[in-house]
């Protein structure tokens, strides 16, 4: 009874003496330990009888007693124990490929030079990897670029002399490389030739957001358009002014993403709150380039890649239909739940804990669609500061179009 104390340092370690009730609770541990095994070895050992043994026991019982029964034992333990073998094998194979590690050939010959040079393995530091047997490191990106549906793309897109000018025989091929799953793009070490003349003026901030100067790449959500936001269209709309009441004042700065032409980032400009806006070429139009003459920021990335900033730096995220495109794998195919996931997580790492989630007129394919993005938002657990699930015509039809306010909550 009673206990024994060691002083180490500031600290205090306690042991307790050992009891009568604790030392009988060590022996009938150790009984059961015992009896257990003791039943273990006769199953393995004893023989069965005729009318109990099975086909396959019957076969190796006889002369041998109870070691045939043993030896089927230890085969089937062996095939088990092969099958984990082999899986573990295969989790390795799967993880080597993950990496890049066995699916990049550095001396391929229909590789760009510039490509290998960029995908170049390294040792190890600490040399082999002891799990996975990996002696050298590759690099972790742009091994998609390899693949054999992007290899013709990919050498032209890198089909130059290092130092010299950057072919232009089409410029969206970085746009067609993306479709095909090669982002980020590969490093490039030629010099980039102009689209516009280098004379030509740019517009003074603010008066280049409605007038940028440059040719209009479209018309809709993909030009310019000064009502959006601004006017009541429908009951799905919601306008600006009564977004940035919900978020108290405290929005400075968001992420718009697949902005098209940047509107969204030109009526935040108008309010003093700065939006970075992810946009692609939409339709052949050089859609990076016109939101820059505006004045604004754009970025040139799909709704499939991790989002290049750091955790909680977002007041406000905006999109609109581009949960389609970053639930895909690839622009252009079908949408996938699990790809949804991770954009859906990416947003809410850039979000900041009270920040707003934007969610405006998405365009729900069907019904099993709108409550596939319904339970997954639900499942983050923010709060629903507006929520219309409302009806427009569309292609001759009436078409779903969710709508929605969300407020990130404050996680412990």
Known sequence: ?????????????????????????????????????????????????????????????????????????????????????????????????????????????????????????????????????????????????????????????????????????????PQKLIAKACEPLPRRRCLSRPTAPAATPRLPFPQSIWSPGIKNPGAGVYGLDKLIWIKHRGRNDFLINDVLALGGGGIRIGFDIGGGAGNFAARMAERNVTIVTSTLEVGGKPMNEFVAARGLFPLFLSPTQRFPFYDSVFDLVHTMNALDEGGAPALGQASRTEALEFLMFDIDRVLRAGGLFWLDNYHCADDERKRLVTRLIERFGYKKLRWVVGEKVGTGKMQVYLSAVLQKPARS
């Open 1 to 173: 009874m009673g206990s024994v104390s060691l002083k180490i340092g500031d600290g205090t370690a306690r042991y307790r003496r050992a009891t009568i009730f604790s030392s009988a609770v060590h022996l009938l541990m150790l009984a059961s330990v015992l009896t257990t095994n003791l039943f273990a070895l006769y199953a393995f050992t004893s023989a069965p009888s005729p009318s109990s043994a099975g086909p396959t026991l019957l076969l190796h019982h006889g002369a041998g007693g109870g070691h045939g029964n043993v030896s089927v034992i230890s085969e089937h333990v062996a095939l088990i124990v092969g099958e984990i073998e082999a899986s573990q094998r295969r989790l390795h194979q799967i993880e080597r490929e993950l990496a890049g590690y066995d699916t990049f050939d550095p001396v391929k010959p229909s590789l760009p030079s510039e490509l290998k040079l960029f995908l170049a393995r390294h040792p190890l530091p600490l040399g082999r990897d002891a799990r996975s047997g990996i002696t050298e490191m590759v690099a972790s990106v742009g091994h998609s670029c390899a693949r054999s549906t992007a290899a013709d793309l990919l050498r032209r897109y890198m089909s130059y002399k290092p130092a010299s000018p950057c072919p232009v025989d089409d410029s969206f091929l």
